[in-house]
């Protein structure tokens, strides 16, 4: 029984709502001649509604309104008068309800006048924007063209570097499973940052002409997630590998004839090195060292991942500015690195593939390395022996 008598109070309640809303049109109806005279001799006050695309503003539609006063405006358009808009372009901050704390800068519209390096002293997001397009953009991209291009004229001219011995067929482990692991982690999470961070940055001038923007809207998306999923397993594995690699990447003997020489690239003459070459040790130093802290530091700042750290505008154009120089480099340095390791050197990626290098390569290309095996200084073997069969193929 009382769900039908709650639908009756409820469908009593409607109808006598319905009556008393056409009652009350009924009434305005018929009062609406007699009011209009009341209406339209009552003064306006306050801010008009109107939509801006219809109706021009009453300041604007006055014949004396560029003649107008500041005073005069602000009785049509409050808030909208020379001293409120010079203040906005110098940077002052306004008042703003939001908490502080939560939304530093809730009452600013324009940052004040900063010059950074390249820029003109105009107000802080205007100086990024130049930065980044005259500076960044152009110049970082030549950089990455200059060094693929350099590298593809060594590759015509001169070849893969070849081993000028045979196989002996007894192999020496250069790198345990845990380094490799180390070092592929870190190497497959650099190669999606930097394919990502390349179609974000240069992505407009040679792949949305091609592709639309629908279709490069969602590559940048896509790309950008991956971007923000492999930089935190590029900082963790940038540890690993750092304190992996570390004690064989100190300055040794022999390191300043090899730079000198240039590693015998040019003249087809290898230089004696230790388990790592003087080349190598750069880009141990320079990029993973410290271009990697660089990278890591400010990628983090652009995560927002920093504790007690004030995120404003100008934080993250700065910490922008400095991702952007850090990671061009590394990128260039670590392009030569990838063809060395690849198809620019016989040997180098089996090395890293398999874990193991034969005799004869490790003679010609790491000497005093070699050496020290041989004398028994190190193991041949570091890790667990692998099965022959295993150990035959690599």
Same mark, same amino acid.
């Given at each position: 029984m009382q769900g039908p008598l709650r639908f009756s109070r409820v469908l009593a309640a409607l109808l006598l709502t319905a009556s008393g809303w056409a009652a009350g049109v009924s009434a305005q109806t018929t009062a609406a001649p007699t009011a209009a005279p009341a209406a339209a001799a009552a003064p306006s006050g306050g801010i008009k509604s109107a939509n801006i695309f219809e109706v021009k503003p009453d300041a604007s539609a006055d014949p004396n309104y560029a003649n107008q006063t500041n005073a005069e405006r602000a009785k049509v358009q409050p808030g909208n008068n020379a001293p409120i808009w010079r203040q906005v372009g110098t940077g002052v901050t306004g008042y703003s309800s939001l908490p502080k704390s939560e939304a530093p800068e809730a009452g600013n519209l324009?940052?004040?006048?900063?010059?950074?390096?390249?820029?003109?002293? #105009?107000?802080?997001? $205007?100086?990024?924007?130049?930065?980044?397009?005259?500076?960044?953009?152009?110049?970082?991209?030549?950089?990455?063209?200059?060094?693929?291009?350099a590298i593809a004229l060594f590759y015509f001219g001169k070849g893969t570097i070849k081993m000028h011995g045979t196989n002996t067929g007894h192999k020496i482990e250069r790198f345990t499973p845990f380094e490799r692991s180390a070092h592929w982690s870190n190497a497959i999470a650099f190669c999606i940052l930097a394919i990502s961070g390349i179609v974000m940055a240069f992505g407009k001038f040679f792949l949305l002409p091609v592709m639309g923007l629908t279709?490069?809207?969602?590559? #940048?998306?896509?790309l950008k997630t991956a971007h923000n999923f492999a930089g935190?397993?590029?900082?963790?594995?940038?540890?690993?590998?750092?304190?992996?690699?570390?004690?064989?990447?100190?300055?040794?003997?022999?390191?300043?004839?090899?730079?000198?020489?240039?590693?015998?690239?040019?003249?087809?003459? $290898?230089?004696?090195?230790h388990r790592f070459n003087a080349g190598e040790k750069l880009v141990f130093w320079g990029g993973v060292f410290?271009?990697?802290?660089?990278?890591?530091?400010?990628?983090l700042v652009l995560d927002?991942?920093?504790?007690?750290?004030?995120?404003?505008?100008?934080?993250?154009?700065?910490?922008?500015?400095?991702?952007?120089?850090a990671t061009?480099?590394?990128?260039?340095?670590?392009?030569?690195?990838?063809?060395i390791g690849t198809i620019g050197m016989e040997g180098a990626y089996q090395g890293m593939k398999t874990g193991y290098v034969d005799e004869t390569w490790a003679k010609e290309h790491h000497e005093y390395w070699y050496d020290d095996v041989k004398a028994g200084k190190i193991p041949a073997q570091r890790s667990e022996p692998v099965p022959p069969s295993q150990t035959a193929q690599a």
């Open positions: 324009i940052q004040p006048f900063v010059q950074y390096p390249g820029s003109r002293l #105009t107000n802080a997001g $205007e100086a990024w924007r130049q930065v980044r397009n005259n500076w960044l953009i152009p110049y970082g991209g030549s950089l990455l063209l200059i060094v693929i291009g279709l490069f809207g969602w590559l #940048t998306y896509i935190p397993l590029f900082a963790v594995s940038l540890v690993i590998v750092f304190f992996t690699f570390l004690r064989d990447n100190m300055p040794s003997r022999g390191d300043i004839g090899w730079l000198l020489k240039g590693g015998g690239l040019l003249s087809g003459k $290898e230089v004696p090195s410290f271009l990697g802290i660089v990278v890591v530091a400010s990628g927002k991942l920093v504790p007690g750290l004030l995120y404003v505008r100008d934080t993250m154009q700065i910490a922008h500015m400095i991702h952007a120089v061009v480099l590394m990128m260039a340095m670590f392009i030569g690195h990838i063809y």
